[in-house]
């Protein structure tokens, strides 16, 4: 079997909230779950195969709460309800200390508590959009169909990604599948970008944990699409790459989870994307 080698060219670029984009080139990717090697994958992931994509770029960290600040400020954005978590439905005001918005030493966490209507207006806002699920995907594992944006298994030390931990535990008891031992050093979110060693191949932050990340498609069919495909307003929306509340098996590039669009929960944010000319 003949095997074609790829050169990635890793391009950084100024985006116009001041964070880092990367350039993700065009070209075929590993996508999916290993069902031989991962006993993890989910019903809901397919299985490891070879896709292609457009070149386009994203977010290196994800969207913090000074930069969406920006983007209220412009008149842009809204901020209403962004202190009142609404999660399955309903407000659960317990969860408020977590929202990061408003919140003056909060400014390089990522924002969160907010829909995903508003994460997309953000996005418009500077120019981009909401990565689809392929996109999301390939930017987190590279070109290598790797299981965690960092290669293996092994989440430190040092810590490669905020979940749920011994300090976690202590402020949510209901953290049952937390990683014994290990520490991340924040209960709730951490600012953007704390954890190198976690980094993807091409040096994406935080693609594993602190929060699950929304992102165009909707989750309609277990075979998630190409790209983004029209859909109802009522669908559940695909988030990826867990948080600050999940469990290891939850981090994996591959693993899919949704949420109701009009959802504001601490424990999700988002990134965006902007396409490249060809």
């Known amino acids: 079997m003949t095997r074609v080698l790829e050169t990635v060219i890793l391009v950084v670029f100024a985006s116009?909230?001041?964070?880092?984009?990367?350039?993700?080139?065009?070209?075929?990717?590993?996508?999916?779950?290993?069902?031989?090697?991962?006993?993890?994958?989910?019903?809901?992931?397919?299985?490891?195969?070879?896709?292609?994509?457009?070149?386009?770029?994203?977010?290196?960290t994800e969207v913090t709460v000074?930069?969406?600040?920006?983007?209220?400020?412009?008149?842009?954005?809204?901020?209403?309800?962004m202190d009142l978590p609404f999660i399955s439905g309903h407000e659960q005001p317990?969860?408020?200390?977590?929202?990061?918005?408003?919140?003056?030493?909060?400014?390089?966490?990522?924002?969160?508590?907010?829909?995903?209507?508003?994460?997309?207006?953000?996005?418009?806002?500077r120019g981009g959009r909401l990565p689809t699920e392929k996109e999301w995907e390939r930017a987190a594992r590279?070109?290598?169909?790797?299981?965690?944006?960092?290669?293996?298994?092994?989440?430190?030390?040092?810590?490669?990604?905020n979940l749920a931990d011994d300090k976690g535990r202590k402020v949510f008891p209901s953290a049952v599948m937390a990683v014994f031992g290990y520490d991340d050093g924040f209960a709730g979110t951490a600012p953007v970008g704390s954890y190198p060693k976690g980094q993807s191949p091409e040096g994406l932050l935080d693609m594993a944990g602190n929060v699950w990340e929304w992102t165009a498609d909707s989750f309609l069919d277990p075979s998630y699409p190409l790209n983004a495909q029209p859909f109802p307003a009522e669908a559940y929306r695909v988030i990826r790459g867990?948080?600050?509340?999940?469990?290891?098996?939850?981090?994996?590039?591959?693993?899919?989870?949704?949420?109701?669009?009009?959802?504001?929960?601490?424990?999700?944010?988002f990134r965006c994307v902007t396409d490249v000319e060809p």
């Open 16 to 60: 116009p909230s001041g964070s880092d984009v990367v350039s993700i080139p065009a070209g075929e990717f590993a996508f999916g779950c290993d069902r031989r090697a991962d006993r993890s994958c989910r019903s809901d992931e397919e299985k490891l195969h070879r896709e292609k994509l457009d070149a386009y770029r994203i977010g290196r």
């Open 66 to 81: 000074d930069e969406y600040g920006q983007c209220v400020d412009a008149g842009r954005c809204s901020a209403e309800g």
């Open 94 to 125: 317990q969860w408020s200390w977590a929202c990061n918005f408003g919140k003056p030493d909060r400014g390089r966490h990522p924002v969160n508590c907010l829909s995903w209507t508003m994460a997309a207006e953000y996005c418009r806002f």
């Open 142 to 161: 590279g070109t290598d169909g790797r299981k965690f944006p960092w290669g293996k298994d092994k989440i430190g030390p040092p810590p490669r990604a």
């Open 242 to 269: 867990g948080s600050f509340f999940s469990d290891l098996p939850d981090l994996r590039t591959s693993r899919r989870s949704r949420a109701r669009p009009d959802e504001r929960n601490p424990g999700i944010g």
